[in-house]
């Protein structure tokens, strides 16, 4: 059971703050928030999602840019509690549309209201927004989307300043249109974070990828769908046996997943014979499938370092990066970072001539390099130099003191594994009834290492 939940800017300011026991004094937002911003414990930067002060357990995660916390006296499961955390910022999200400061401040009687459903004396009740809907009077007040800026998952889907078709990261699942009317739309997402380890000499060590196919509705009367898979799609890995034997093909070209997970409301009767799931979308955002691929993949980019000795107190750090995707395809907020050694006094770059949307920075209070572009086309190159100089000596191998070097990217309408959705199909009411299909593809980096 939970004691508290609050919800606190990145300012520490209280937003939203529900005390369900009473055993937990009321100054508790301050007292995490005091903690979390002066985290200094073990050396590291931020606060562990778990932590106890005077008794206090303190569960927290970070969801686009707010703190979502809850506190208990109790020894709790800390995966359920965060769990329950991420699904509560979910909730809120499906009912206001967007979920940041404004937002939270504007719907304040509706989250109050959602949440006196969702927990009830600190034990959960239910985090279905379907159910919740049965319950929740209030209507939201929209926030103007046209001014927000792409944090967090809304950026995901910007291809260069427009944002792609659609507006489900902005939508509300029971505000309607204005006049009344209710824009009949559904959006499915493949989203994949790949992990990738690189040798030293560029060979992949290491490499996987975490999928997910994310739905949201916004039909009425909640039609049956059907989504197809590539059919060559087989689950286990090829050449071993199967975990769950659906009889695929494993052959060239084929994707083969690892495993795989559905969502309650899919019916797989017909995904042995031809790979189409079968289910009737619940309201709100809900995965209808996770996924993971450790089989060897065509990595995104190629990251290629090189590090030479310039004298005694000098050394150069050349860095290349190499985008493996096709050229009508554009990678977003690509950031490369690159811990030095720990006696770097000074750096100073050289971009290559011409170079535009691109910044450098070296971080003196943990000794990393930082290189930031704004977009990367498919097929394309880019070096950066950096010159350090160091406050003293090195007595070893300037290599083995630094790196490696990691990267974080979004490259949308690109998927490595090859998975696809091959039709949308819904159940039609009538001839007129055809709502707008919006299928979309986007890789992150969620582990992006290159060795020295």
């Known amino acids: 059971m939970i004691s508290q939940f609050f919800v606190l800017s990145q300012r520490g300011d209280s937003i939203v703050f529900r005390d369900y026991r009473g055993d937990v004094p009321k100054g508790s937002a301050e007292i995490f928030f005091r903690k979390v911003k002066f985290w200094k414990e073990d050396g590291g930067e931020e606060a562990p999602p778990v932590f106890n002060v005077d ?85 939201p007040i929209m926030i103007d989307a046209g001014r927000l800026p792409p944090l967090g998952p809304a950026a995901m889907f910007m291809q260069g300043t427009k944002r792609m078709p659609g507006t489900a990261i902005t939508k509300s699942v029971v505000a309607n249109e204005p006049g009344g009317r209710k824009r009949e739309e559904i959006f499915v997402d493949i989203i994949e974070k790949i992990s990738i380890t690189f040798s030293s000499s560029g060979y992949i060590l290491t490499s996987e990828i975490d999928g997910t196919i994310q739905m949201k509705s916004y039909l009425t009367g909640n039609p049956e769908i059907r989504l197809a898979l590539n059919e060559d799609l087989s689950i286990g890995k090829a050449g071993g046996r199967s975990v769950y034997d659906y009889g695929g093909s494993a052959g060239s070209g084929a994707v083969i997943l690892d495993d795989c997970n559905f969502h309650e409301s899919v019916h797989l009767d017909s995904f042995d014979v031809d790979r189409t799931l079968t289910l009737v979308p619940p309201d709100g955002e809900f995965p209808v499938m996770n996924y993971r691929i450790t089989q060897e993949f065509k990595p995104p980019f190629r990251i290629n370092t090189l590090i030479e000795e310039a004298g005694s107190l000098k050394a150069e750090v050349i860095l290349k990066i190499r985008a493996e995707f096709p050229s009508d395809i554009t990678a977003n907020t690509i950031l490369v970072q690159m811990p030095l050694p720990t006696y770097t006094s000074r750096v100073s770059f050289e971009l290559e001539p011409g170079a535009v949307g691109q910044t450098t920075d070296f971080k003196e209070s943990n000794k990393r390099l930082e290189w930031s572009l704004k977009k990367v086309l498919g097929g394309s190159d880019h070096t ?48 007129t009834y055809n709502p707008y299909r919006w299928v979309r593809y986007v890789t992150q980096a969620n582990s992006y290492v290159a060795r020295i």
């Open 55 to 139: 008794g206090v357990n303190y569960f927290h995660v970070k969801v686009v840019g707010l703190l979502f916390v809850a506190t208990s006296r109790t020894n709790l499961s800390p995966s359920l509690v965060l769990e329950l955390l991420q699904r509560i910022s979910r909730v809120i999200k499906d009912y206001l549309g967007v979920l940041n400061e404004d937002s939270l401040r504007k719907n304040f009687v509706l989250v109050y209201e959602l949440l006196d459903e969702v927990v009830d004396f600190g034990y959960v009740q239910t985090t279905s927004t379907e159910i919740l809907k049965s319950y929740i009077f209030n209507e």
């Open 384 to 431: 950066l130099r950096a010159k350090l100089t160091f406050s003293q000596e090195s007595h070893g191998n300037i290599t083995k003191e630094a790196g490696p070097v990691s990267m974080t990217f979004t490259i949308p309408m690109y998927n490595p594994s090859r998975l696809q959705v091959k039709y949308l199909q819904i159940a039609k009411k009538s001839k």
